[in-house]
């Protein structure tokens, strides 16, 4: 399998930033698309952001379209979500999760999921 483990979640300030990593192990990291999915209590599971396995392509929710940014590094084996402009809306669990089919935002298309981190935006 393919293990992924998120860090960074916490209680945080609007306005302030957040970096999120997810760090893989056990099959290759490089062959899978990678996204962040946010998950309130019951809610459905939405895609935030995603990236391609060479990072030529990425996805964005309009919800975080130009607040966000998705990044790999297939070395370190690592998946970046980066904001320096949090809202009280981005509060959710966090997941990240990884597929094979390039460039989609669906959650069906995602095989391997880490166990989420969560998120809290305070004003």
């Known amino acids: 399998q393919l293990h992924l483990v998120e860090f960074g979640g916490g209680l945080l300030q609007a306005g302030g930033s957040l970096l999120l990593s997810c760090e893989a192990s056990g099959r290759t990291f490089s062959s899978y698309t990678v996204g962040w999915f946010c998950q309130a209590p019951g809610m459905e599971r939405e895609c935030g952001a995603a990236?391609?396995?060479?990072?030529?392509?990425?996805y964005y929710a309009d919800s975080v379209k130009g607040r966000f940014t998705i990044s790999r590094d297939n070395a370190k084996k690592t998946v970046y979500l980066k904001t320096n402009s949090l809202k009280p809306e981005d509060t959710d669990r966090y997941y990240c999760a990884a597929g094979p089919r390039p460039g989609s935002a669906m959650d069906y298309d995602y095989n391997y999921w880490g166990q989420g981190t969560q998120v809290t935006v305070s004003s």
């Open positions: 990236i391609s396995r060479n990072s030529m392509n990425t």
